[in-house]
């Protein structure tokens, strides 16, 4: 458990299985590394991409015909062009073997899978005579061939219309990357661990749900970039806004990154870890005690809260409350995959702060611009309706 009480005590908390390996720097490490901890994706230090696993692309079990750097198939689904015979990787296996396939995710559940250096298809059910693997040539016929590099197939106008278009192959009028790709088009979508789901599946719904609140986050700091002559209080809240703009990206990422649940088959009883990494596998607690402080700031310039309060005031004021319902909405959709087991806790605890904040911001806001609140309660003690009661959230000054 996290606490505010200093720095120290937070990297105490650090196990010695997360915080004392040394950073792997070589690429080929990284993913041996990654694909032994059977994790679907790591980041290339150079890029800063983010790169699948063989072990991604085995559970997958076929290849996608993207050319990927670690495809175990031998890019056997990447096309040639015309005229031309592709040189392609050497398969470790090929698209469907499923037996094949389950016998390396055998090998890496034991540890051994980079031990063997020969990939050939002796111990598959798969036929390699015909395979186009190499410079091989067919009934004496000469056929010219070609490379296909690893990022970028090569493609000539009949492949490219065969092709889908979309996504990082670009469109129709533009050879750059285009949001589109026509593979969510039947109702599904992928998770960062290579999975495959309904769009509907709980885990999509809290994806979109913050989603929407970072775009309504973002709403109000636009209405604050249109005040010409904000508070100087302002410059804060707009910082304090873009920090969590970006923090809801990592709640984001995260859950489209879940856990996978054990099964009474697995022999590990060791709990599922979160370990807050920059790509999706924890969320920093640390982050929640910064909302605490930044409450305690606003507040302090506050008069006491003693009754509730209608979600008015200016623009700022009025969609920080619209912000704080759909945080609410938000963390209602993250609690069931944090009872799962599959999200971290303290994604959960930082959206339920979180509203706490757009509340407190909400009122600050008012006060920063001068602008009264309005309560619901009962005018005078005993009324038997409550009702709008007016109040200066900023004592006025007499004058000398």
Known sequence: MCTSNSSNSKMSQCSSKNCSSTPLLDIEDLHK?????????????????MVFTEYAHLKRGKCCGNACRHCPYGWEGVPSSKGKKAIRKIPKVRSGDGKRIQNLLQEIDDGVYFDKVDYSDSDSDSDSEDDDVGHSQEDGEKIDE???????????????????????????????????????????????????????DI???????????????GVVHSFML??????????????WLLDIMSRLFDIGSHVAKPKRLKDDNDEDDE??????????????????????????QMTNDLPEL??????TGTKVSAQLHVARCVCRRAERRVLPLVRDGVSDPNAAKYLNRLSDFFFTAARWSNFCDGVDEVQYRRPIRGARQRNRVTVALREEKKEP
């Open 146 to 200: 070609e490379i296909i590099p690893v990022s970028e197939p090569i493609q000539d106008q009949d492949s490219q219309a065969k092709r889908k278009s979309g996504g990082r192959h670009g469109g129709k009028y533009t050879s750059k990357n285009v949001p589109y790709t026509r593979s969510g088009d039947s109702g599904t979508s992928v998770l960062l661990t290579g999975e495959r789901r309904s769009k509907d």
């Open 33 to 49: 590394d990654a694909t032994l901890r059977k994790e679907n994706t790591y980041t290339d230090p150079s890029t800063g991409f």
């Open 306 to 311: 003693t009754h509730f309060i209608l979600p």
């Open 203 to 217: 885990s999509f719904e809290a994806m979109g749900t913050v989603d929407e609140l970072c775009s309504v986050v």
């Open 226 to 239: 249109e005040n010409t002559n904000p508070p100087e209080e302002y410059e804060y809240l707009q910082d």
């Open 271 to 296: 709990e599922i870890e979160f370990t807050p990494d920059g790509v999706g596998n924890g969320f920093d607690c640390n982050h929640v005690d910064l909302l605490e402080d930044w409450i305690d």
